[in-house]
């Protein structure tokens, strides 16, 4: 069994920074790719950013390229995306997946998710 568990969400106001954090435990696979999503409300969830096993690969959504950088520290089994330029249209709940798809940017890609951490962006 696979837990994500994401932190660093919160209230900024445009222009400001956010770092989001995702920790893995569990029965985790070692060479899987890790993504963010979002999800407004009324909306569909929407791929923000993936990164392979390695950290050596990444894909960025047009829309936060640029602003948002994901990371990983596959020693703490942990994921990181850092928020730059935030705008009030990035406001949505973010949550961290796992996949054995390289660089998945499709929500069925992923089998496991956490339970999403608030983003609240003020103009």
């Not at 923000?48 to 390229?65: E, H």
Request: net charge positive; glycine share 14%; aromatic share 12%.
């Amino acid at each position: 069994q696979v837990q994500l568990v994401e932190s660093g969400g919160g209230l900024v106001q445009a222009g400001g920074s956010l770092r989001l954090s995702c920790a893995a435990s569990g029965r985790t696979f070692s060479r899987s790719t890790k993504g963010w999503f979002r999800q407004a409300q009324g909306k569909e969830r929407e791929f923000v950013a993936a990164i392979t096993w390695s950290g050596r690969s990444t894909n960025y959504a047009d829309s936060v390229k640029g602003r948002f950088t994901i990371s990983r520290d596959n020693a703490k089994n942990t994921v990181s995306l850092q928020m730059n330029s935030l705008k009030p249209e990035d406001t949505a709940g973010y949550y961290c997946g796992l996949t054995n798809y390289a660089l998945g940017t499709q929500s069925y890609h992923y089998g496991y998710w956490g339970q999403g951490t608030q983003v609240t962006v003020s103009s």
